[in-house]
């Protein structure tokens, strides 16, 4: 008769404490996907608004690559202020709103500029919206992909 157990001890199984990497995945897409959808109905009001149809950001295939990107990377930044940060609730309650008018501030310079054609007031205004529309979408996504911790660590 053997001594030896058939059954793994609880320590050679890695605790999982949150979604998988498909349901990461998914949510991540999901931001995309709402953050894209987002954009072209603030694009079409935005025209409707008198913008120029030339102005290049509302255009899907300037929004939609952006869009990628700033979900994309947000994830990563979101990741590891959840993985280094102490209290990551508290550090992103107000990293968010800070990255959000970083981003704006190139738009505003387009009221004073004329370094984007065709960039109007109606235009300009919808592509602010668009930076904060992306934003509600990808936070909204990154709470369900990696969610974080409410206890701060010490």
């Known amino acids: ?13 890695p605790v999982r ?13 999901a931001g995309i996907v709402a953050g894209s959808v987002l954009n072209e109905i603030i694009a079409l009001l935005a025209r ?3 913008a120029s149809e ?20 947000g994830a990563v930044g979101w990741a590891v202020v959840r993985r280094r940060s102490a209290d990551p609730r508290a550090l992103l309650s107000w990293l968010v709103p800070t990255v959000v008018i970083v981003s704006l501030v ?6 004073v500029s004329d370094y984007k054609p065709h960039a109007d ?8 919206a668009m930076h904060v529309a992306v ?17 701060p660590r010490s």
């Open 1 to 13: 008769m053997s001594t030896s157990s058939s059954h793994t001890p609880a320590s050679a199984h």
């Open 17 to 29: 404490t949150g979604p998988g990497r498909a349901a990461v995945a998914g949510w991540l897409i």
């Open 48 to 50: 409707a608004a008198g």
């Open 54 to 73: 030339d102005f290049q950001p509302l255009q899907p295939g300037a929004f939609v690559s952006f869009t990628v990107i700033g979900v994309l990377v």
């Open 106 to 111: 190139p738009d505003l310079l387009m009221f």
């Open 121 to 128: 007031a109606a235009g300009i205004i919808g592509l602010m």
């Open 135 to 151: 934003a509600a979408a990808a936070v909204f996504a990154y709470q369900r992909a990696l969610p974080l911790n409410d206890t």
